[in-house]
């Protein structure tokens, strides 16, 4: 299970109706950020966050709406007195800031972070969840989506059958649940396979906030639980959407459809967007082709 909160939902610049656009998952105690724009850190204490669950930070791309805050909250995990490492996954050229703000801007790291520059593939395993990604089609620079998942779960654990087979309840229990073969006191051997279901797959959730529809993106919300997509422009704004690297909300809807999402996002909304009937306008043309969308606003939270 994971718990989205989103911190900012808007495009290039905050406004005093949303900040730029980043996500936090929490997920059994850890927490992954994705995007780190100006003023994340507060939306991450309004939010009541706890910095140390904080396991990793993933930049989409180095476009200041999504990396402008970064500095600023590395150096306050070092002044809060982190000692925990952190992860810091992007793609290539994220590094480079991390070493000009330790030469410039006096960033301290206390802590070990681990700054992983990626093109494609998973980039943290743990603890039965992945974060991989993708390219997406972005202009100007190089830009990852991320897709996280649980490893899939064993099937529902059925206690009354078991105990008709004569396993008494207690530390049997738990081994057939870990899925090992256990033998009762009289001889007899009960498989996991008489006493559980079938596989669970676990959530799954992907994060594609500036992109044109595109293959990468396919792949990363194939079959997810939440896609969070690229809303910036409304279908008349197409040709724009088009030559800036950003998708329409009827586009995000389409993406959606073709992935076999279960529920839509829209996120990343230009600021033209900020009156409740030109946001309708996105979420309509966006039902219009996919019914389970909703628009994202700064501090909303859902499960996935
Ligand atoms: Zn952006
Ligand atoms: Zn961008």
Same mark, same amino acid.
């Given at each position: 299970m994971f718990y989205v909160t989103v911190l900012g939902s808007g495009a290039t610049l905050p406004t005093l109706q949303r900040h730029t656009t980043s996500v936090a998952v929490q997920r059994e105690g850890d927490i992954f950020l994705f995007d780190c724009g100006e003023g994340t850190q507060l939306q991450w204490l309004k939010a009541g %966050? #706890?910095? =140390?669950? %904080?396991r990793a930070i993933c930049i989409s791309h180095t476009h200041g709406d999504h990396v402008n805050g970064l500095v600023g909250f590395l150096q306050t995990l070092g002044l809060h007195g982190r000692e925990r490492p952190l992860t810091l996954v992007g793609p290539p050229g994220l590094g480079k800031i991390i070493k000009y703000a330790k030469e410039t801007v006096g960033l301290r790291t206390p802590y070990h972070l681990e700054t992983i520059e990626s093109t494609g593939g998973s980039v943290i395993e743990m603890g039965g969840c992945t974060v991989s990604c993708q390219l997406l089609e972005h202009h100007g620079r190089d830009t990852l989506g991320f897709r996280v998942e649980e490893a899939e779960r064993p099937g529902r654990f059925d206690v009354e059958t078991a105990l008709g087979l004569g396993v008494p309840e207690g530390p049997l229990f738990g081994a057939l649940q870990r899925g090992e073969r256990v033998e009762l006191p009289d001889g007899t051997v009960v498989d996991p396979s008489q006493v559980l279901g079938l596989p669970r797959s676990g959530s799954a959730l992907a994060y594609c906030?500036?992109? #044109?529809?595109?293959e990468g993106a396919l792949k990363l919300a194939h #079959?997810? =639980?939440l896609l969070i997509f690229d809303s910036t422009y409304s279908e008349d704004l197409s040709f724009e959407a088009n030559e800036r690297g950003h998708s329409t909300a009827r586009e995000a809807a389409q993406m959606a459809l073709d992935a076999g999402a279960k529920h839509l996002l829209l996120i990343h909304f230009s600021e033209r967007y900020a009156s409740r009937k030109r946001l309708n306008g996105l979420l309509e043309e966006a039902r219009s082709l996919f019914l389970q969308v909703e628009l994202a606003h700064d501090l909303m939270e859902i499960q996935v």
């Open positions: %966050l #706890r910095r =140390g669950k %904080l906030p500036d992109t #044109r529809p595109c #079959r997810v =639980g």
